[in-house]
Nanobody, 115 residues
């Protein structure tokens, strides 16, 4: 079973940077894609970025050019480098993994951007 643990969230001023990490402590094979979603209070969960096994990436329009998703298969970890952060990026960032027809979620890490 896949077990996802996020870290790296925190409080940062607008224009600052953070790097989120998501480690997979469970079964590591047959993961098709991993990604990051976020959910702000009162809003729906939205896709931020996703990376496939082959390294193909996809980003939400709102973060293109500012966020970069990457994965280290040797460490079973996916990262989200977030630069030029804006107050509207404030949310709980949640790691996601797709394994065949199954989807797994982490607990999330809070990112708060002050203006």
């Amino acid at each position: 079973q896949v077990q996802l643990v996020e870290s790296g969230g925190g409080l940062v001023q607008a224009g600052g940077s953070l790097r989120l990490s998501c480690a997979n402590f469970g079964r590591i094979f047959s993961i098709n894609a991993m990604g990051w979603y976020r959910q702000a209070p009162g809003k729906q969960r939205e896709l931020v970025a996703i990376i496939s096994n082959g390294g193909n990436t996809n980003y939400a329009d709102s973060v293109k050019g500012r966020f970069t998703i990457s994965r280290d298969n040797a460490k079973n970890t996916v990262y989200l480098q977030m630069n030029s952060l804006k107050p509207e990026d404030t949310a709980n960032y949640i790691c996601n993994a797709v394994q065949g027809i199954l989807t797994y979620w982490g607990q999330g890490t809070q990112v708060t951007v002050s203006s």
